[in-house]
């Protein structure tokens, strides 16, 4: 019974039909089970996985730090479409990393660089 139910949990991650882009070594999508804009990069120190934590965007405009699995970093490591604007979310290439933005909260991630506004 786990192992089905594991199944299940997992089955949408992997076929999730993500748009995703990439700066460097950061990679952002979105359209997977976690909702808003999900970001993967090596200067995530919380709850790191493989080398990179995660950032998550919220609609709401919130900021969270969720636990970073295999599963969740190749859904956005697969995405693609290479779009930098995603539903009512506004992203853009800055200075080698990425910023993205809602509700005016959001986040700039670099290879070495995170921090909020």
């Not at 999508?29 to 919380?46: D, E």
């Not at 934590?53 to 295999?70: F, K, N």
Request: aromatic share 6%; glycine share 12%; hydrophobic share 50%.
């Amino acid at each position: 019974m786990g192992v089905l139910l594991a199944a299940l949990v997992l089955a949408p991650i992997a076929a999730a039909s993500a748009r995703g882009f990439h700066v460097g070594i950061v990679r952002c999508a979105v359209g997977l089970p976690l909702h808003g804009v999900v970001c993967a990069s090596p200067s995530l120190h919380s709850r790191p996985y493989d080398g990179r934590g995660l950032v998550q965007l919220l609609p709401s405009g919130r900021l969270r730090l969720p636990r970073a699995g295999s599963d969740v970093l190749l859904a956005i490591d697969r995405a693609s479409g290479l779009r930098l604007r995603a539903r009512a979310y506004g992203c853009a290439r800055l200075a080698g990393g990425v910023a993205c933005v809602r509700h005016g909260h959001g986040f700039f991630l670099s290879n070495r660089v995170f921090r909020r506004f």
